[in-house]
């Protein structure tokens, strides 16, 4: 579980946790919160993006924010195993919240008290920024910031960037499958 399911750069397994590690929690309270916010705005994001795009999205995301992890740690030296999905999570919010900033959000245990997506994602900005630099070590925020910062790039230009034009990569991935040579010796 350590080697592939933590993220390290101080580790001998280097690509394959940075996704593994997005499927794996500390404890029961830290998956339902997790899983939580996760149900909180994938309905909204999945109804914009769709299925597949979606979790192409959130995949990226967990690889993405563990490498923002990564060089972070490797920068100020601070070495350390994370896990957990709340980077990609943090994509997903980040997603939301800049396709619908202007959508009123509250906390769970304070729903009197609500607040604009958009001025929800500046806060997190903040306190994950602050975090990173003051070296907070309760959250990985250097996760949290990359996958915000993945969420805010990918609904404003990446969609358009990537998943519009995945098409010539998709036909040149099936003429590479339909045209390999068939195992076992045979022809075709």
């Known amino acids: 579980m350590i080697r592939y399911f933590t993220s390290n750069p101080a580790s001998k397994v280097l ?3 940075m996704l593994l590690s997005t499927f794996s929690h500390f404890s029961l309270f830290h998956m339902a919160a997790n899983m939580y916010v996760l149900w909180s705005f994938s309905s909204s994001i999945v109804n914009i993006l769709g299925q597949e795009q979606f979790m192409a999205m959130y995949l990226s ?22 896990l957990g999905a709340s980077g990609a ?37 903040a306190m994950d920024t602050a975090g990173m630099i003051l070296g907070w070590k309760f959250f990985d925020h250097a996760a949290h910031l990359g996958g915000a910062l993945f969420g805010i790039w990918y609904i404003t230009y990446g969609h358009e960037l990537i998943w519009k034009n995945r098409e010539p990569l998709v036909k040149i991935w099936h003429e590479m499958r339909t045209n390999s040579p068939k195992k076992g010796g045979g022809s075709k």
């Open 15 to 17: 690509c394959s946790p």
């Open 89 to 125: 999570i943090m994509t997903v919010l980040a997603a939301v919240c800049t396709k619908i900033p202007e959508g009123r959000l509250a906390i769970i245990f304070l729903p009197m008290f609500t607040f604009t997506a958009g001025n929800a994602l500046k806060a997190i900005i």
């Open 61 to 82: 995301a967990g690889v993405i924010s563990s490498f923002v992890s990564y060089v972070c740690k490797v920068a100020t030296g601070r070495y350390g195993p994370s």
